[in-house]
């Protein structure tokens, strides 16, 4: 198949049914290590798939009615149903968020996309804040034409008060990272309850991209998922 911007805005289409964007991409530099593509060999140019907001929710809430209930962690299997499909129709090898050993999907993010990270971890997107997230990558062992980014604004950068570093009951986000455990202790215990039914008090207090914030129960579809609860 030749890889053009005609190939690359089928693949967009075919997502786009699903709720999910095309969120840009990047190629390999020779002098990097690189993952697989689909026949073994080195993988030249990756394309990342991902969402902004709860647009893909409707679309895997109703596939998730047709599933066992038993199913483990349904929502990466969702993902690499439709991203799996996509590759194989158009010749790439489609890896997941989830895959061990982790992919750099927030360094691939940044250099697709240009963004950096907020105080959180979390990259912070100019228009969707912190209301985004990587679903897939597809992994092409041929270039591809892929679109120049601009370096994105940061909006972290010019956010004096950082609201998003102030409001976790028990401060699991600081300049030292996130302590993972207390995060965790919190959510799951007695006092935690706005934690697992709204999401997280830190990532709420973000004051862009709210349009684009995961209703209620889609934050605590994922705090579960995060907390195991
Ligand atoms: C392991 C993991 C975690 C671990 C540890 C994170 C860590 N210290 O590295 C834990 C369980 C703590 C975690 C939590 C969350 N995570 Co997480 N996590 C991952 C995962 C699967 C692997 C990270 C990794 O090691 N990558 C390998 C290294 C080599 O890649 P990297 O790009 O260099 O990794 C970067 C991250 O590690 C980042 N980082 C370092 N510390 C932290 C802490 C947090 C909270 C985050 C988000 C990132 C982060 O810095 C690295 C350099 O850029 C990634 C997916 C992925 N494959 O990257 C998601 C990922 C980073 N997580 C993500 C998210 C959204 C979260 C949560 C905020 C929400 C959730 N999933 O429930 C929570 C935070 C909980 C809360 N308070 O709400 C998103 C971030 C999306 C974005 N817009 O940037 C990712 C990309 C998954 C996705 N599907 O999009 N996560
Ligand atoms: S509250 Fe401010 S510093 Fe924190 S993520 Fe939002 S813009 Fe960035
Ligand atoms: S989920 Fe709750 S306990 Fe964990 S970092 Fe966010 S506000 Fe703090």
């Not at 992994?139 to 570093?165: G, N, R, S, T, Y």
Request: proline share 7%; with cysteine.
């Amino acid at each position: 198949m030749t890889f053009s911007r005609g190939t690359a805005e089928k693949i967009a289409a075919v997502l786009a049914a699903e709720g999910l964007i095309l969120r840009g991409g990047f190629s390999f530099a020779q002098s990097e290590a690189a993952p697989e593509g689909i026949s073994g060999r080195r993988a030249s140019s990756a394309l990342l798939v991902g969402q902004a907001g709860a647009a893909p929710w409707p679309h895997f809430q109703r596939w998730r009615g047709k599933q066992p209930q038993s199913i483990a962690n349904p929502l990466d299997t969702w993902s690499r149903e439709v991203i799996g499909s996509v590759a194989e129709t158009f010749g790439a090898r489609a890896v997941s968020p989830s895959d061990r050993p982790y992919l750099p999907f927030q360094q691939w993010a940044m250099r697709a996309e240009g963004l950096k990270p907020s105080p959180l971890g979390i990259l912070m997107h100019p228009e969707y804040g912190l209301w985004h997230a990587y679903r897939g990558a597809l992994l092409f062992e041929e270039a591809i034409a892929i679109p120049d980014v601009d370096a994105a604004i940061h909006l972290c950068d010019a956010c004096a008060d950082k609201p998003c570093m102030k409001s976790c009951p028990v401060d699991a986000y600081t300049v030292q990272g996130f302590a993972h455990a207390d995060c965790l202790g919190h959510v799951r215990g007695p006092t935690g309850k706005l934690c697992r039914t709204g999401g997280c008090l830190d990532r709420n207090a973000c004051p862009y991209g709210t349009g684009y914030r995961y209703p209620a129960d889609v934050q605590a579809f994922h705090m579960a998922a995060f907390a195991r609860l």
